[in-house]
C-alpha cells in the first residue's frame, strides 16, 4: 500500500491533513481529511458567563468571528425568551451582511481568487494575489479599498473589526448615531459598485476561458449530496434569520424548520482518527464516508444555499442567480466549481442588503434592548459565509452556561471535503497523474469550500501549498512532490 | 541595512492575528516591500523541512500566534526559537494562553468533546496517522521557549501591529518590550470617572449602561485599570467592558489578583467598620464566574499558580 500525505494542504483553523492510501495495483484505496487541531470550546465553555459567549465563541475563527458572534447572540436571545428590538436586529443584519460581503471578497479575489482569474497554466510564481493585480490593476485598487470601508463597517458597528463585542442576549450595546449611518451607507453603496464590477469581470475575463467551464462541469468535481441552508419566507436565502431548509439530492424538500428543531435530525459521527466530528441526517442515517440520494452527507455554504433557494432576495443579485441556473440547467447544482460562482451570486446579495439596511430609519433607533425572561436553553442559527452555524446553550438561573454544542460550518463539510479529494485524486490517479496536477487539482477542490483560512498560501508569490510524500507499501518514502 | 528576515507561524490560532496584518491597509504593502518572509504557512508556501534546514539564527524575528495545545506545537515553536535571533509572541494566546487556555480549568479535552473514553487512533487499516495527542494543558509560548517581546491583543490593533513593524525595521526591539502603553486602558478612555463606589455588580447585560460614565462606576466588571492601554479603549467606547486582551500593566501581575484587590476598595456597601464587611461580601458575590471574567485571556500564565494552590487543599480534603 502506499500512502500520500499532503500536509498542509488546508489551514483549517490553521491545520489540517489529507491522506491518501493506494492498493498495491496503484488504485486509490482510501481518502481522508484529518484535522489535528483541537481547542475544545464545547469544554471550556462550561460555566462561563451566557452574556461572555458571543465574544468567546467568536475566537473560533477569526475569519468568520461575525458569525459565532451572531449565533451566539441568536442563541441567547432564545434562552433569555427575548424579543429583539428593530433598531438593534438592523444593526446586527447590517453587520452580518457586510461580514458575507467581506468574507465572500476575500475568498473570490485573495483566496480562491487564482482558481477563477488565472488561467490553470499559469506559472506558479503569478499564482497568488499579487498576480491578480498585476494582471487587473483596477480592479485590484478597487478590492483592497472597498475592503478597508466594509470593514471600517464592522468596527463602527461590532467595536472591533476583528473578534466584535456588540451583541448582547436580547440586543446590542448601544444605539446607533445618526452620523455613522451616512458613513455607512457610502461604504455600502461603493460595496454595490464592486459587487458590480466582479459581476462584469466574471462574465467577461472568466467564465468564458473554455478551461474553467470544463472545470465548472468536470466529472471529477461533480458531488451529488443533499444541502442545507437559511432560506426566508419568500424561499431567498437570509444569511441572518429563517428557516432551516433541506433539499434532497434529487431537488426535493426533506424538511424546513426553525433552528431549534432541526438539531434532533443532524447527529455527528466521531472517528479517532480527526477531531473533526462527520454530521449526517438522522433520516438517512451514517452510512460512511460516500455520496448519493441514500447517503446522509449533506453540504453547507454558497452553493447549498442557492440551492435549497428559489430566489435571491435582491435584483441585481436576482438577475446573476438566472445566469448561473441558466448555465447549470438543473437544480441541484452538484458542481462542486460552482460554489465560487454562488459566492460571487451572494456576494451581491450581502451588498445590495447593506445599502438598503443602511436607509432604514429605523436602523438608528434608541430602543436596542429586549426586556429578558429567565433563562433556559436556546439554539441560534446563521448562515456563516462557510454555511450553517448553530449554537445551542443550556443556561442556568444565574445565566451560566451548563452545556454548550456547536455544529460550525466547515464541520458539516467535512464528510464533503473528503469525499471531494478523494473524487479528484481516483480520477487523477486513474489518468496516472500524480504530481504537480494532483497536487493543484485537489488543491483546487479543496479550496472551492473556502474551508477558512484554506490556502491563503495565495498571497504573496511561493510554490504550490501542499507536499504530497508518496510511499510504497512498506511505508518508504518514494517521491516527495511540491517541496 | 539587509533585508529583514521575517518568519510568522500560528499554533493554537483562530487565525485572527494573521488576518490582523491586513488591518495595516495600504500600509501591509509597505512593510512587505522592506521584509524577506521565510517562513509563514498563511502566506507563502514554505514547509516545516524548509524551516528546519535553516541555519541556527539565521531568521531575524518570529512571531507565533496561538496557544501551544499539542506536542506539534511545541516542537514547532522549539525549531522556530533555534532557528530565530528574536522570537516574539504575537496576540494574546502565544503571550498569556488567550480564550483557549481556559481550558486548564478542566482536565481531558478531548473526551469533553467526544465523549467517554474516546482516544485519538490511526485510521483503519493503517498504523500511523494519529492526530497528534493534547498537551495536559494549554500553554502561553514562554512556558516552552524563551520569548524576546510581546504585541499583545486579541488579535493586536493595527497601531500597534505599525510600532511593532517600526521597530522591528530599525532593528530596535529591546528584550522584553510589550508593543502596548504601560499604562493602564482606563488613562485613554472617553468616559468619566466619578465617585468609584459599587454598590451592586451588574453584568452587561442587565443594564443599559449609560454612554458618557465610567463603566466600573456603573457596576460593570471593566478591566481596564489592570490592563495596558494601547486600543484606544476600543470596547468600552462600544459600550462593553474591557476583557484585558492587551495583559496586565507592569505594576499589575496576576491581573484577577490586582482586580480583586482594586474590586475590594471600590466596594461599599453604605456602611463603616466591620458591619459591613458581610453585606460587602454579599456585593462580591455578584462577580460569577471569576475565572472566565478575570483571567479571559491569561489563565495559561497565571492561572496554573492558582491550580497548584488548590491541589494540597483537595489533597487534604481526600485524607
Known amino acids: ?483 | 541595512m539587509p533585508t529583514l528576515k521575517l518568519a510568522v507561524y500560528w499554533t493554537g490560532s483562530c487565525g485572527g492575528c494573521d488576518v490582523s496584518f491586513l488591518e495595516l491597509g495600504e500600509g501591509l504593502l509597505d512593510v512587505l516591500s522592506q521584509v524577506e518572509i521565510v517562513f509563514w504557512p498563511a502566506l507563502i508556501d514554505a514547509k516545516r523541512a524548509d524551516l528546519a534546514a535553516l541555519p541556527k539564527g539565521s531568521i531575524d524575528v518570529a512571531l507565533v500566534n496561538g496557544v501551544l495545545r499539542t506536542a506539534e506545537n511545541a516542537e514547532m515553536v522549539e525549531l522556530l526559537r533555534e532557528k530565530s535571533r528574536l522570537l516574539g509572541a504575537y496576540g494574546a494566546c502565544a503571550q498569556l494562553g488567550g480564550v483557549p487556555a481556559l481550558a486548564n480549568q478542566r482536565n481531558n479535552v478531548t473526551e469533553a468533546v467526544f465523549g467517554p473514553g474516546y482516544r485519538p487512533a490511526p485510521p483503519p487499516g493503517t498504523a500511523e496517522d494519529a492526530p497528534p495527542a493534547l498537551l495536559p494543558e494549554a500553554l502561553a509560548v514562554e512556558e516552552v521557549v524563551p520569548v524576546d517581546f510581546a504585541v499583545p491583543g486579541c488579535p493586536p490593533p493595527a497601531g500597534l501591529i505599525a510600532q511593532f513593524f517600526q521597530a522591528a525595521l530599525a532593528r530596535e526591539i529591546e528584550p522584553g518590550r510589550v508593543f502596548a502603553k504601560d499604562k493602564a486602558l482606563c488613562e485613554e478612555c472617553p468616559r468619566v470617572r466619578e465617585d468609584r463606589r459599587i454598590s451592586r455588580i451588574v453584568r452587561p447585560h442587565e443594564i443599559r449602561a449609560d454612554p458618557e460614565r465610567c463603566l466600573l462606576d456603573q457596576g460593570l466588571i471593566c478591566l481596564g485599570p489592570v490592563t495596558r492601554g494601547g486600543c484606544a479603549a476600543a470596547c468600552p467606547k462600544a459600550g462593553m467592558p474591557c476583557t484585558g486582551c492587551l495583559g496586565p500593566v507592569p505594576q499589575a501581575g496576576d491581573p484577577a489578583l490586582a482586580m480583586v484587590s482594586a474590586l475590594a476598595s471600590l466596594v461599599r456597601a453604605g456602611e463603616e467598620g466591620e458591619s459591613a464587611f458581610p453585606e460587602e461580601d454579599k456585593i462580591l458575590d455578584g462577580l460569577v464566574d471569576p475565572i472566565g471574567t478575570l483571567y479571559k485571556y491569561a489563565f495559561a500564565k497565571y492561572g496554573r499558580k492558582l491550580l497548584r494552590l488548590r491541589r494540597p487543599v483537595r489533597e487534604e480534603v481526600a485524607a
Open chain 1, 1 to 483: 500500500m502506499r500512502k500520500i500525505a499532503i500536509d498542509p494542504i488546508t489551514r483549517l483553523e490553521g491545520h489540517g491533513k489529507i491522506l491518501l492510501y493506494l492498493d498495491e495495483a496503484g488504485k486509490l484505496r482510501d481518502a481522508i481529511l484529518q484535522v489535528p487541531e483541537l481547542r475544545g470550546f464545547e469544554a471550556f465553555c462550561r460555566g462561563r458567563r451566557a452574556e461572555e459567549m458571543p465574544q468567546i465563541t467568536a475566537r473560533i475563527c477569526g475569519v468568520c468571528p461575525e458569525a459565532h458572534h451572531l449565533a451566539s447572540a441568536k442563541a441567547l436571545d432564545a434562552a433569555y425568551h427575548a424579543d429583539v428590538p428593530k433598531p438593534a436586529l438592523l444593526q446586527r443584519q447590517l453587520l452580518y451582511n457586510t461580514y458575507i460581503f467581506s468574507d465572500h471578497l476575500l475568498h473570490l479575489v485573495f483566496l480562491g481568487g487564482p482558481d477563477l482569474f488565472l488561467p490553470e497554466d499559469e506559472g506558479k510564481s503569478e499564482r497568488n494575489v499579487l498576480g491578480i493585480i498585476r494582471r487587473f490593476p483596477e480592479l485590484g485598487r478597487q478590492v483592497l479599498a472597498v475592503r478597508a470601508r466594509a470593514h471600517r463597517i464592522l468596527e463602527i458597528i461590532g467595536g472591533k473589526a476583528i473578534h466584535p463585542v456588540f451583541a448582547l442576549p436580547g440586543g446590542v450595546a448601544q444605539p446607533l448615531p445618526e452620523e455613522a449611518r451616512r458613513e455607512i451607507l457610502a461604504a455600502a453603496e461603493s460595496m454595490v459598485e464592486l459587487a458590480k464590477t466582479m459581476v462584469r469581470v466574471f462574465h467577461e475575463e472568466i467564465l468564458p476561458r473554455p478551461g474553467f467551464q470544463a472545470l465548472l462541469l468536470a466529472e471529477e468535481a461533480w458531488l451529488p449530496t443533499h444541502y442545507m441552508g437559511l432560506v426566508d419566507e419568500g424561499l431567498a436565502p437570509n444569511f441572518y434569520d429563517g428557516l432551516v431548509r433541506v433539499l434532497s439530492a434529487k431537488g426535493e424538500e426533506i424538511f424546513r424548520l426553525p433552528g431549534a428543531a432541526v438539531l434532533g435530525r443532524i447527529r455527528e459521527h466521531v472517528e479517532p482518527w480527526t477531531y473533526v466530528k462527520f454530521p449526517y441526517l438522522v433520516d438517512l442515517g451514517w452510512q460512511g464516508l460516500r455520496s448519493g440520494p441514500d447517503s446522509g452527507i449533506y453540504r453547507v455554504g454558497p452553493l447549498a444555499r442557492l440551492n435549497v433557494a428559489e430566489r435571491m432576495a435582491t435584483p441585481l443579485a436576482q438577475e446573476e442567480y438566472e445566469r448561473y441556473l441558466d448555465f447549470f440547467g438543473e437544480k441541484p447544482v452538484h458542481a462542486t466549481f460552482a460554489y465560487h460562482w454562488a459566492r460571487l451570486v451572494e456576494m451581491v446579495q450581502a451588498a445590495e442588503c447593506v445599502v438598503a439596511l443602511a436607509r432604514d430609519p429605523e436602523l438608528t433607533g434608541p430602543e436596542v434592548r429586549a426586556k429578558l425572561g429567565r433563562p433556559d436553553e436556546g439554539v441560534g442559527v446563521v448562515e456563516a459565509a462557510r454555511g450553517t452555524l448553530f449554537h445551542h446553550y443550556r443556561l442556568n438561573a444565574q445565566g451560566l452556561v451548563e452545556e454548550a454544542n456547536l455544529i460550525v460550518a466547515t464541520t458539516h463539510n467535512a464528510p464533503s471535503l473528503s469525499l471531494s479529494v478523494k473524487q479528484m485524486a481516483a480520477a487523477l490517479v486513474e489518468r496516472g497523474s500524480l504530481e504537480e496536477a494532483l497536487l493543484h487539482r485537489m488543491e483546487m477542490a479543496f479550496r472551492a469550500y473556502d474551508p477558512c483560512l484554506a490556502c491563503a498560501t495565495h498571497f504573496l508569490p511561493g510554490g504550490t501549498p501542499v507536499v504530497v510524500e508518496i510511499y510504497d507499501a512498506h511505508g518508504n518514502l518514494l517521491r516527495r512532490v511540491g517541496a
